[in-house]
Protein backbone atom coordinates (compact mmCIF):
# COMPACT_ATOMS: atom_id res chain seq x y z
CA UNK A 1 0.00 0.00 0.00
CA UNK A 2 1.43 3.40 -0.30
CA UNK A 3 1.92 6.01 1.28
CA UNK A 4 -0.33 8.63 -0.32
CA UNK A 5 -3.43 6.09 -0.49
CA UNK A 6 -2.45 4.97 3.08
CA UNK A 7 -2.67 8.68 4.06
CA UNK A 8 -6.13 8.91 2.29
CA UNK A 9 -7.68 5.87 3.79
CA UNK A 10 -6.95 7.62 7.01
CA UNK A 11 -8.62 10.42 6.41
CA UNK A 12 -11.40 9.06 4.89
CA UNK A 13 -11.95 6.94 7.96
CA UNK A 14 -11.62 9.91 10.38
CA UNK A 15 -14.43 11.44 8.72
CA UNK A 16 -16.39 8.96 8.78
CA UNK A 17 -16.08 8.49 12.09
CA UNK A 18 -16.15 12.05 12.69
CA UNK A 19 -19.34 11.94 11.18
CA UNK A 20 -21.05 9.21 12.86
CA UNK A 21 -19.36 10.53 16.51
CA UNK A 22 -21.62 13.79 15.58
CA UNK A 23 -24.50 12.50 14.70
CA UNK A 24 -26.97 15.40 13.60
CA UNK A 25 -30.34 14.67 13.95
CA UNK A 26 -33.17 16.91 13.37
CA UNK A 27 -35.09 17.39 16.67
CA UNK A 28 -38.37 19.04 17.65
CA UNK A 29 -39.62 19.91 21.09
CA UNK A 30 -43.41 19.85 22.07
CA UNK A 31 -45.08 20.94 24.89
CA UNK A 32 -47.05 18.82 27.20
CA UNK A 33 -48.72 19.36 30.72
CA UNK A 34 -45.44 17.38 32.57
CA UNK A 35 -42.91 19.29 30.71
CA UNK A 36 -40.99 18.79 27.53
CA UNK A 37 -41.12 16.34 24.86
CA UNK A 38 -38.29 15.97 22.92
CA UNK A 39 -38.69 14.33 19.49
CA UNK A 40 -34.83 12.55 17.54
CA UNK A 41 -36.27 11.83 14.30
CA UNK A 42 -33.18 9.40 13.51
CA UNK A 43 -34.59 8.23 10.47
CA UNK A 44 -36.78 5.42 8.30
CA UNK A 45 -38.94 4.31 11.12
CA UNK A 46 -36.79 5.02 13.79
CA UNK A 47 -37.45 7.95 16.62
CA UNK A 48 -35.99 8.33 19.90
CA UNK A 49 -38.50 10.69 22.81
CA UNK A 50 -36.89 12.22 25.60
CA UNK A 51 -39.37 12.94 28.38
CA UNK A 52 -39.37 13.98 32.21
CA UNK A 53 -36.08 12.24 31.93
CA UNK A 54 -36.47 8.89 30.39
CA UNK A 55 -35.38 7.97 27.05
CA UNK A 56 -38.08 5.52 24.83
CA UNK A 57 -36.02 4.58 21.97
CA UNK A 58 -38.50 3.28 18.95
CA UNK A 59 -37.48 0.63 16.55
CA UNK A 60 -33.56 1.46 16.45
CA UNK A 61 -31.55 0.54 14.02
CA UNK A 62 -27.98 0.51 13.39
CA UNK A 63 -27.52 1.24 9.84
CA UNK A 64 -28.97 4.60 10.99
CA UNK A 65 -27.25 5.41 14.24
CA UNK A 66 -23.83 4.28 15.98
CA UNK A 67 -25.94 3.48 19.00
CA UNK A 68 -23.01 3.26 21.12
CA UNK A 69 -22.77 6.80 21.14
CA UNK A 70 -27.01 7.38 22.08
CA UNK A 71 -28.56 7.78 25.43
CA UNK A 72 -29.20 4.30 27.29
CA UNK A 73 -32.95 3.45 26.69
CA UNK A 74 -35.52 3.18 29.65
CA UNK A 75 -37.34 1.98 27.25
CA UNK A 76 -37.05 0.42 24.19
CA UNK A 77 -40.60 0.18 21.69
CA UNK A 78 -40.62 -2.64 18.85
CA UNK A 79 -43.32 -2.53 16.49
CA UNK A 80 -42.68 -5.32 14.36
CA UNK A 81 -39.66 -8.02 13.57
CA UNK A 82 -38.85 -6.76 10.01
CA UNK A 83 -34.55 -6.01 10.16
CA UNK A 84 -35.12 -2.41 9.63
CA UNK A 85 -37.06 -2.49 12.21
CA UNK A 86 -36.40 -5.23 14.92
CA UNK A 87 -32.05 -4.67 15.71
CA UNK A 88 -30.52 -7.24 17.92
CA UNK A 89 -27.25 -5.27 17.93
CA UNK A 90 -28.53 -1.73 17.89
CA UNK A 91 -30.71 -3.12 21.18
CA UNK A 92 -27.67 -4.81 23.09
CA UNK A 93 -26.13 -1.39 22.64
CA UNK A 94 -28.46 0.98 24.19
CA UNK A 95 -30.41 -1.86 26.72
CA UNK A 96 -29.82 -2.36 30.38
CA UNK A 97 -31.02 -4.21 33.27
CA UNK A 98 -33.43 -2.00 33.93
CA UNK A 99 -34.80 -1.25 30.57
CA UNK A 100 -38.43 -1.81 29.37
CA UNK A 101 -38.71 -3.52 26.05
CA UNK A 102 -41.95 -3.14 24.51
CA UNK A 103 -42.71 -5.84 21.33
CA UNK A 104 -44.51 -7.92 19.06
CA UNK A 105 -45.10 -11.49 19.94
CA UNK A 106 -42.90 -12.48 16.82
CA UNK A 107 -39.90 -9.82 17.68
CA UNK A 108 -39.93 -11.76 21.00
CA UNK A 109 -38.73 -14.94 19.44
CA UNK A 110 -35.48 -12.89 18.99
CA UNK A 111 -35.44 -10.44 21.86
CA UNK A 112 -36.23 -12.08 25.44
CA UNK A 113 -37.40 -10.79 28.51
CA UNK A 114 -39.68 -8.27 26.99
CA UNK A 115 -43.41 -6.83 27.71
CA UNK A 116 -45.16 -8.60 24.45
CA UNK A 117 -48.47 -6.50 23.49
CA UNK A 118 -50.37 -7.94 21.15
CA UNK A 119 -53.12 -5.21 19.43
CA UNK A 120 -55.33 -4.09 21.30
CA UNK A 121 -53.25 -4.35 24.87
CA UNK A 122 -52.55 -1.39 26.53
CA UNK A 123 -49.60 -0.98 29.16
CA UNK A 124 -48.20 1.74 31.54
CA UNK A 125 -44.16 2.19 30.75
CA UNK A 126 -42.47 4.66 33.33
CA UNK A 127 -45.54 6.78 33.48
CA UNK A 128 -46.28 6.68 29.75
CA UNK A 129 -49.56 4.99 28.59
CA UNK A 130 -49.01 3.00 25.37
CA UNK A 131 -51.66 1.72 23.45
CA UNK A 132 -50.51 -1.13 20.51
CA UNK A 133 -53.00 -0.58 17.60
CA UNK A 134 -53.23 -3.09 15.13
CA UNK A 135 -50.79 -2.35 11.95
CA UNK A 136 -51.30 -4.01 8.64
CA UNK A 137 -51.60 -3.98 5.00
CA UNK A 138 -55.01 -4.01 3.27
CA UNK A 139 -54.21 -3.57 -0.59
CA UNK A 140 -50.53 -4.19 -0.87
CA UNK A 141 -49.54 -7.39 -0.74
CA UNK A 142 -46.53 -10.03 -1.56
CA UNK A 143 -48.13 -12.09 -3.63
CA UNK A 144 -51.75 -12.67 -4.05
CA UNK A 145 -53.56 -13.09 -1.04
CA UNK A 146 -50.40 -12.16 1.09
CA UNK A 147 -50.00 -8.84 2.45
CA UNK A 148 -46.30 -7.37 3.64
CA UNK A 149 -47.34 -7.13 6.84
CA UNK A 150 -50.28 -9.56 7.93
CA UNK A 151 -53.06 -8.22 10.58
CA UNK A 152 -52.75 -9.38 14.10
CA UNK A 153 -48.86 -9.57 13.63
CA UNK A 154 -47.81 -6.12 13.95
CA UNK A 155 -48.34 -3.06 16.37
CA UNK A 156 -48.60 0.89 16.11
CA UNK A 157 -48.35 2.64 18.98
CA UNK A 158 -50.15 5.82 20.87
CA UNK A 159 -48.16 6.78 23.60
CA UNK A 160 -49.28 9.22 26.28
CA UNK A 161 -46.71 11.71 27.24
CA UNK A 162 -48.57 14.32 30.05
CA UNK A 163 -51.48 15.47 28.10
CA UNK A 164 -49.92 14.56 24.37
CA UNK A 165 -50.90 11.70 22.56
CA UNK A 166 -48.50 10.24 20.24
CA UNK A 167 -49.05 7.83 17.14
CA UNK A 168 -46.54 5.80 16.01
CA UNK A 169 -48.41 4.07 13.43
CA UNK A 170 -45.50 1.14 12.36
CA UNK A 171 -45.99 -0.47 8.90
CA UNK A 172 -49.50 -0.26 8.44
CA UNK A 173 -51.61 1.07 5.65
CA UNK A 174 -54.88 3.50 6.13
CA UNK A 175 -57.08 0.84 8.07
CA UNK A 176 -60.13 1.13 9.85
CA UNK A 177 -58.57 1.32 13.63
CA UNK A 178 -56.14 4.10 12.62
CA UNK A 179 -59.29 5.93 11.43
CA UNK A 180 -61.22 5.42 15.07
CA UNK A 181 -58.49 6.76 17.11
CA UNK A 182 -59.21 10.38 18.86
CA UNK A 183 -57.39 13.13 20.45
CA UNK A 184 -54.14 12.53 18.84
CA UNK A 185 -51.84 15.05 18.81
CA UNK A 186 -48.97 14.11 16.99
CA UNK A 187 -48.91 11.14 14.65
CA UNK A 188 -46.06 9.41 12.80
CA UNK A 189 -47.44 7.80 9.52
CA UNK A 190 -45.37 5.87 6.89
CA UNK A 191 -45.45 6.32 3.09
CA UNK A 192 -43.39 3.68 1.45
CA UNK A 193 -44.81 1.69 -1.39
CA UNK A 194 -45.04 -1.16 -1.36
CA UNK A 195 -45.07 -1.98 1.33
CA UNK A 196 -47.16 1.45 3.71
CA UNK A 197 -49.37 3.89 2.04
CA UNK A 198 -49.72 5.79 -0.74
CA UNK A 199 -49.74 10.20 0.32
CA UNK A 200 -53.37 9.18 -1.21
CA UNK A 201 -54.11 6.98 1.90
CA UNK A 202 -52.74 8.67 4.47
CA UNK A 203 -54.53 11.95 3.53
CA UNK A 204 -57.86 9.73 3.37
CA UNK A 205 -56.52 8.77 6.98
CA UNK A 206 -55.84 12.50 8.13
CA UNK A 207 -58.91 13.62 7.18
CA UNK A 208 -60.72 10.96 9.23
CA UNK A 209 -58.79 11.07 12.41
CA UNK A 210 -57.29 14.66 12.58
CA UNK A 211 -53.82 14.85 14.40
CA UNK A 212 -52.89 18.08 14.87
CA UNK A 213 -49.00 17.60 13.52
CA UNK A 214 -48.87 14.82 11.02
CA UNK A 215 -45.16 13.48 10.28
CA UNK A 216 -44.66 11.53 7.47
CA UNK A 217 -41.72 8.71 8.19
CA UNK A 218 -40.60 5.87 6.96
CA UNK A 219 -41.17 7.50 3.58
CA UNK A 220 -38.30 5.89 1.47
CA UNK A 221 -38.56 7.57 -2.19
CA UNK A 222 -42.25 8.87 -2.13
CA UNK A 223 -42.36 12.30 -3.25
CA UNK A 224 -43.12 14.02 -0.39
CA UNK A 225 -44.98 17.14 -2.18
CA UNK A 226 -47.79 14.90 -3.65
CA UNK A 227 -48.57 14.55 0.05
CA UNK A 228 -48.10 18.39 1.00
CA UNK A 229 -50.50 19.06 -2.15
CA UNK A 230 -52.96 16.92 -1.35
CA UNK A 231 -53.07 18.04 1.99
CA UNK A 232 -53.76 21.93 0.77
CA UNK A 233 -56.88 22.97 2.14
CA UNK A 234 -57.13 20.18 5.14
CA UNK A 235 -57.59 22.47 8.05
CA UNK A 236 -56.13 21.71 11.55
CA UNK A 237 -53.09 19.37 10.45
CA UNK A 238 -49.64 21.03 10.45
CA UNK A 239 -47.58 19.09 8.34
CA UNK A 240 -43.94 18.89 9.54
CA UNK A 241 -41.13 17.36 6.84
CA UNK A 242 -38.55 16.09 8.61
CA UNK A 243 -35.58 13.66 7.26
CA UNK A 244 -37.24 10.25 7.62
CA UNK A 245 -36.63 8.38 4.31
Known sequence: MSRVYSIFLLMFLLVVTTAIAKQD???DTIKTSS???KITFIGHGTLMFDYGGKIFHVDPWSKLADYSKLPKADAIILTHEHPDHLDP??????RTKDTVVVLTEKCAQTIPGGVIMHNGDTKTVDGVKIEAIPAYNIVHMRAPGVPYHPKGV???YVLTFGDKRVYVA????????MKSLKDIDVAF???NLPYTMTPEMVVDAVKVFKPKILYPYHTGDTDLSKLTNLMEGVKG???RLR???
Do not use: R
Not at 89 to 94: M, Q
Not at 170 to 177: H, K, L
Open 25 to 27: FQT
Open 35 to 37: GDL
Open 89 to 94: DAIKKI
Open 154 to 156: GNG
Open 170 to 177: GDTENTPE
Open 189 to 191: LPM
Open 237 to 239: VDV
Open 243 to 245: NMK
